[in-house]
């Protein structure tokens, strides 16, 4: 069985960080590119970062680019998102998902909330 379970989520005040994680299992987790998305209150789902198999390449939307950091622990079944300066507008629902060749799978979502 497939599942992906996200974890870290929380209150955070402005400019400050979360270190967000997503543990797989039920797949060969590292033959498989992992992603963050997230969606905020009345918007559409968007990618945040993604990750190569192997960690060769990493890449960030705008808004994510020199605050947010995906990582992935292949041992460990595990990928990462350290974010950083965060601001009222990353408050979303993150998800993680996996995806090789048009197969895809997504966790359940953890809240991530910016206020003061």
């Known amino acids: 069985q497939v599942k992906l379970v996200e974890s870290g989520g929380g209150l955070v005040q402005p400019g400050g960080s979360l270190r967000l994680s997503c543990a797989a299992s039920?797949?060969?987790?590292?033959?498989?590119?992992m992603s963050w998305y997230r969606q905020a209150p009345g918007k559409e789902r968007e990618l945040v970062a993604a990750i190569s198999s192997a960690a060769r390449v990493t890449d960030y939307t705008d808004s994510a680019k020199g605050r947010f950091t995906i990582s992935r622990d292949n041992a460990k079944n595990t990928v990462y998102l350290q974010m950083n300066d965060l601001k009222p507008e990353d408050t979303a629902v993150y998800y993680c998902?996996?995806?090789?060749?048009?197969?895809?799978?997504w966790g359940q979502g953890t809240q991530v909330t910016v206020s003061s």
């Open positions: 998902k996996a995806v090789r060749r048009g197969e895809d799978y």
């Open positions: 039920g797949f060969t987790f590292n033959i498989y590119s």
